[in-house]
């Protein structure tokens, strides 16, 4: 047999029998790779949980999971599947940085997975990590050194196979190229790689399988170049057409001698540190949208929180609406309101814990007139939230909902400027699309004027009129 | 079926509170009747929980003193988190000056061991029921102040906090919807625990002569009345013991199952 993984037949079921994941069939070949991709909430990390026979409890697995060497196991007995860790399976975590101890050093965290004295060394050769860098404990080093730890254990151990659950998540574009050439390492180390993404870049620069999961089903299952070029599934096409790069241009012109918000010589920094930027210059015409991108750490959350007059900048000025209120809490009082925030956490806008109704209501002791029972209907229409959403609580709902959700609150707050920071970052790339296509349509059906903060420089060229990159901020670790 | 965990928490406050109301009534004899012919009796058909050194029947005294023991613990506690809420949220609220005055007033009353504040006050004042209240109070709400603030100084970073700012709430609408429930949230087990610690102050003053003086039938002073007995009467010295160990043990229950209902569970 040359297959290093076969699943066969799993299937998931919660505790009251509802199948999360139905009658799914894979095999990877030795050295090969299969990349599984879907939406958030389609069940594709559960079938990485089942392989490892972390299901929570309440869960119920079915099928047959086969290793190379090893008789077919069931799917549903996890202590002989863990029994197979770091001999067969090896798992890349999401979130590198949580994954490791704070206060342990990198060569001991080495030795606690397996890896045993001149192994080491290789291991951290083999993905860039310095000798001195053994030394280190773990919250000592950036997110992307973090992950070459966890992928020096995946290589120091020589388990087999690797399973990397969202591998990229929440890193920004120069990150995900180190994990791709990470996970190609791997590879090339006659590994085979079962990975679960929801990034487009990742899966399109994987070779191997391709393998499209959704509402718990392989709706496509191929080569990973011909289900990029030509997906045969409705999902499939959706998901492929949610690149940026492939979006209709909008060509749009707005009267730029009306500044919703403008800043000159915007320069900030920390006490005792360099400065994150500097004399900065930017405008926004009513109704335009600017971009405004720069690798993590650059200061980009900092820059949308100065133009919103939450943090006093060292120099320069600000004006909403040619105002200028640097340091004026009078002059910005009669306009906070129309000057707003989309938070990167889709639900960080809402109490947690109670019902989003409760919240639209609260809205009238600010927005005068606000009746929620006569607006909340048609806002929810416009975004395409379901009604009933808004009897939940926050969260209760999905990522893109939430973030609808989000919208929906600062649309009902009337306001000149959004700044969105980084508002799709967590979301999957067909909600990405559709929530943008709405914060776009807004946009231009009310005349608001968007500062768009991402690193996602693809998308800020589908979306924004113009864009400024901010470089990155000395001392910053990549 | 399994009871739904706030419905669990109501049934169990339910409980104790009718022991409060209704322990006195409920009670088979006068608990201050003393009958010098059988003391120290063990328990049988008469006192089911036999009688103690001065033949007062040990039910009913236990049953008789849940009032005091639990009243008075109950609203020493509830004195000393809403003060030290109130005090959280300013300090949290009112910058670096403000929360300096405040955290150091509590460090000056943390100083001192908590009873002994409560001695002191009781002995100016010469014993009774509100210098003890008092004494109790003045012990207690630092801590409150502490984890009221802390909370409060995270909770007001949080996204929805700078959403509301940026909407116009006016800053006491924030602290009222956004912050208060999440303080008192993590203050409820606080003052759970606080329940236990207040009945075993209230024990101890009554030992010392202040605060409630016998025959006043409450736990505490019950326990040291009976503790030099301890060899003749086991029963009677574990009843009072059973009764604050099971009150303290709802009381528990009962807070964690409302901490673990208000906040539901993360969404995958």
């Given at each position: 047999m040359t297959d290093a993984l076969a699943v066969e037949g799993l299937r998931i079921r919660d505790a009251g029998g509802n199948a999360l994941v139905d009658d799914i069939s894979f095999a990877i070949r030795r050295g090969g790779a299969l990349t599984l991709i879907g939406e958030t909430g389609s069940g594709k990390s559960l079938v990485a949980l089942a392989m490892l026979g972390l299901l929570p409890s309440g869960m119920k697995a079915t099928g047959t999971i086969t290793l190379a060497g090893e008789r077919p196991l069931d799917a549903a007995d996890g202590r002989g599947l863990k029994a197979l860790w770091r001999r067969h399976l090896m798992l890349v975590p999401q979130e590198p940085a949580a994954a490791l101890d704070p206060i342990m050093r990198v060569r001991r965290q080495l030795a606690l997975a397996g890896l045993l004295g001149a192994k080491i060394d290789v291991a951290m050769r083999a993905v860039d990590l310095e000798e001195e860098d053994g030394g280190k404990f773990g919250f000592e080093l950036s997110g992307g050194m973090a992950q070459r730890v966890l992928v020096a254990t995946a290589l120091g151990t020589g388990a087999p196979v690797v399973v990397a659950d969202e591998p990229t998540k929440c890193l920004d574009p120069e990150r995900v190229g180190q994990v791709i050439g990470l996970l190609r390492r791997l590879l090339l180390d006659g590994r085979s790689l079962f990975v679960i993404t929801h990034d487009r870049r990742l899966a399109q620069s994987l070779p191997g399988q391709l393998a499209i999961l959704h509402g718990g089903r392989i709706v496509e299952h191929g080569r990973a170049e011909d289900v990029i070029a030509a997906p045969r599934s409705a999902f499939g096409r959706a998901w492929m057409a949610s690149d940026p790069a492939a979006w209709p241009s909008c060509a749009r012109s707005c009267d730029r001698s009306r500044l919703a918000?403008?800043?000159?010589?915007?320069?900030?920094?920390?006490?005792?540190?360099?400065?994150?930027?500097?004399?900065?210059?930017?405008?926004?015409?009513?109704?335009?949208?600017?971009?405004?991108?720069?690798?993590?750490?650059?200061?980009?959350?900092?820059?949308?929180?100065?133009?919103?007059?939450?943090r006093r900048p060292s120099a320069g000025s600000v004006e909403w609406a040619g105002e200028d209120i640097v340091g004026r809490p009078d002059a910005i009082r009669p306009m906070r309101r129309r000057y707003q925030k989309?938070?990167?956490?889709?639900?960080?806008?809402?109490?947690?814990?109670?019902?989003?109704?409760?919240?639209?209501?609260?809205?009238?002791?600010?927005?005068?007139?606000?009746?929620?029972?006569?607006?909340?209907?048609?806002?929810?229409?416009?975004?395409?939230?379901?009604?009933?959403?808004?009897?939940?609580?926050?969260?209760?709902?999905?990522?893109?909902?939430?973030?609808?959700?989000?919208?929906?609150?600062?649309?009902?707050?009337?306001?000149?400027?959004?700044?969105?920071?980084?508002?799709?970052?967590?979301?999957?790339?067909?909600?990405?699309?559709?929530?943008?296509?709405?914060?776009?349509?807004?946009?231009?059906?009310?005349?608001?004027?968007?500062?768009?903060?991402?690193?996602?420089?693809?998308?800020?060229?589908?979306?924004?009129?113009?864009?400024?990159?901010l470089a990155r901020a000395p001392g910053v670790p990549a | 079926m399994r009871i739904a965990p706030p419905r669990r928490a109501a049934g169990l406050a339910a409980a104790i509170a009718a022991l409060a109301c209704l322990g006195p009534l409920a009670a088979p004899m006068n608990p201050l009747e003393q009958d010098l012919m059988r003391v120290m009796e063990p328990p049988g058909a008469r006192h089911w929980l036999g009688t103690d050194h001065v033949g007062?029947?040990?039910?009913?005294?236990?049953?008789?003193?849940?009032?005091?023991?639990?009243?008075?613990?109950?609203?020493?506690?509830?004195?000393?988190?809403?003060?030290?809420?109130?005090?959280?949220?300013?300090?949290?609220?009112?910058?670096?000056?403000?929360?300096?005055?405040?955290?150091?007033?509590?460090?000056?009353?943390?100083?001192?061991?908590?009873?002994?504040?409560?001695?002191?006050?009781?002995?100016?004042?010469?014993?009774?029921?509100?210098?003890?209240?008092?004494?109790?109070?003045?012990a207690m709400w630092p801590q409150y102040a502490r984890m009221a603030d802390a909370t409060a100084t995270s909770t007001l970073r949080e996204g929805h906090v700078e959403a509301?700012?940026?909407?116009?709430?006016?800053?006491?609408?924030?602290?009222?919807?956004?912050?208060?429930?999440?303080?008192?949230?993590?203050?409820?087990?606080?003052?759970?625990?606080?329940?236990?610690?207040?009945?075993?102050?209230?024990?101890?003053?009554?030992?010392?002569?202040?605060?409630?003086?016998?025959?006043?039938?409450?736990?505490?002073?019950?326990?040291?009345?009976?503790?030099?007995?301890?060899?003749?009467?086991?029963?009677?010295?574990?009843?009072?013991?059973?009764?604050?160990?099971a009150t303290v043990l709802a009381l528990s229950l009962a807070g964690r199952s409302l901490a673990g209902s208000s906040m539901p569970p993360r969404v995958r």
């Open positions: 918000l403008s800043a000159h010589g915007l320069s900030f920094a920390w006490p005792g540190r360099p400065p994150l930027f500097r004399e900065l210059d930017l405008h926004l015409p009513r109704g335009g949208i600017l971009g405004i991108d720069g690798p993590s750490g650059c200061g980009k959350t900092t820059l949308g929180d100065v133009l919103l007059g939450l989309l938070h990167q956490e889709p639900a960080a806008a809402f109490i947690p814990g109670v019902p989003l109704r409760r919240q639209f209501e609260a809205l009238r002791l600010v927005v005068p007139g606000f009746d929620a029972l006569r607006a909340l209907p048609e806002l929810l229409d416009r975004l395409k939230l379901r009604h009933a959403l808004v009897d939940r609580r926050p969260e209760e709902l999905s990522g893109g909902e939430a973030q609808r959700m989000s919208l929906a609150r600062v649309l009902a707050l009337d306001p000149r400027v959004i700044i969105a920071d980084e508002p799709t970052s967590r979301l999957d790339p067909v909600v990405q699309r559709e929530t943008m296509a709405l914060l776009r349509e807004q946009v231009e059906a009310r005349g608001i004027s968007v500062v768009l903060v991402s690193h996602d420089a693809s998308l800020l060229r589908a979306i924004a009129d113009e864009t400024i990159s | 007062r029947d040990v039910l009913s005294r236990v049953l008789a003193g849940a009032p005091y023991s639990l009243g008075l613990a109950l609203l020493s506690v509830g004195m000393s988190a809403s003060t030290g809420t109130l005090l959280g949220l300013v300090a949290a609220n009112s910058g670096a000056a403000g929360r300096a005055v405040v955290m150091r007033l509590a460090d000056l009353v943390l100083a001192f061991p908590g009873l002994l504040l409560a001695l002191l006050l009781s002995g100016l004042f010469g014993g009774g029921v509100l210098p003890m209240l008092a004494g109790l109070h003045l509301a700012r940026l909407a116009g709430f006016p800053e006491w609408i924030i602290l009222l919807r956004h912050v208060l429930p999440r303080v008192l949230r993590t203050l409820a087990p606080l003052a759970i625990l606080g329940t236990g610690q207040a009945i075993m102050s209230i024990a101890a003053l009554g030992f010392l002569g202040l605060g409630l003086r016998p025959p006043t039938p409450e736990w505490g002073a019950m326990i040291s009345d009976l503790l030099p007995f301890l060899a003749e009467g086991v029963v009677q010295v574990a009843a009072p013991c059973a009764a604050i160990f």
